[in-house]
T-cell receptor, first 114, second 113 residues
Framework: DTGVSQNPRHKITKRGQNVTFRCDPI?????LYWYRQTLGQGPEFLTY????????KSRLLSDRFSAERPKGSFSTLEIQRTEQGDSAMYLCASSSGQGPEILFFGSGTQLSVL | GESVGLHLPTLSVQEGDNSIINCAYS??????FIWYKQESGKGPQFIIDIRSNMDKRQGQRVTVLLNKTVKHLSLQIAATQPGDSAVYFCAENIGGSNYKLTFGKGTLLTVNP
């Protein structure tokens, strides 16, 4: 499979717990993006990486959220001390890095915070 | 507020009819636009894109029209099929070194057999 892969597909957690999601982008794509999507809304930008460098973070990304892409390949998104308002679909996308271009999305991780 | 929005939240058409989904944007600096299709439980899937130096672009059964004067974008789907039922989003890129896309709320297209 050469598409963007996200794990897990679903995560149910209790309020206050920490969760971590993983994204494997399309091979050789050097840009990787995280978005969050709630029911009935379009995806909202969270952060993006060019190789291993995190170049932009949305103000939506509170200090409980941290993302890494240590070797410029896969990325992880961690949410600490989860809150019910964190319940959403977390989408990862990648692109080849040649100007404004198509983002290819994974199927997302659906997070439910109880 | 959002810079990308949609005129209609839902659209219902008969199989075989043509569908038109509209999108308004407010950022005149936007220079690249993409339409995505999202089926339930899946991530957005690329349909077609257009750059601001173009007015029209055609793909297989789909056409995107861009009117920069009124900041309006539309997606036309010819001979709509049940498999086209999904939520459709337009997204914009504001250009420069900022490559992220900003999405609108989406339009739910339902195709009736």
């Amino acid at each position: 499979d050469t598409g963007v892969s996200q794990n897990p597909r679903h995560k149910i957690t209790k309020r206050g717990q920490n969760v971590t999601f993983r994204c494997d982008p399309i091979s050789e794509h050097n840009r990787l993006y995280w978005y969050r999507q709630t029911l009935g809304q379009g995806p909202e930008f969270l952060t993006y990486f060019q190789n291993e460098a995190q170049l932009e973070k949305s103000r939506l990304l509170s200090d409980r959220f941290s993302a890494e892409r240590p070797k410029g390949s896969f990325s992880t998104l961690e949410i600490q001390r989860t809150e019910q308002g964190d319940s959403a679909m977390y989408l990862c996308a990648s692109s080849s890095g040649q100007g404004p271009e198509i983002l290819f999305f994974g199927s997302g991780t659906q997070l439910s915070v109880l | 507020g959002e810079s990308v929005g949609l005129h209609l939240p839902t659209l219902s058409v008969q199989e075989g009819d043509n569908s038109i989904i509209n999108c308004a944007y407010s950022n005149s600096a936007s220079d690249y636009f993409i339409w995505y299709k999202q089926e339930s439980g899946k991530g957005p899937q690329f349909i077609i894109d257009i750059r601001s130096n173009m007015d029209k672009r055609q793909g297989q059964r789909v056409t995107v029209l861009l009117n920069k004067t009124v900041k309006h974008l539309s997606l036309q789907i010819a001979a709509t099929q049940p498999g086209d039922s999904a939520v459709y989003f337009c997204a914009e890129n504001i250009g420069g070194s900022n490559y992220k896309l900003t999405f609108g709320k989406g339009t739910l297209l339902t195709v009736n057999p």
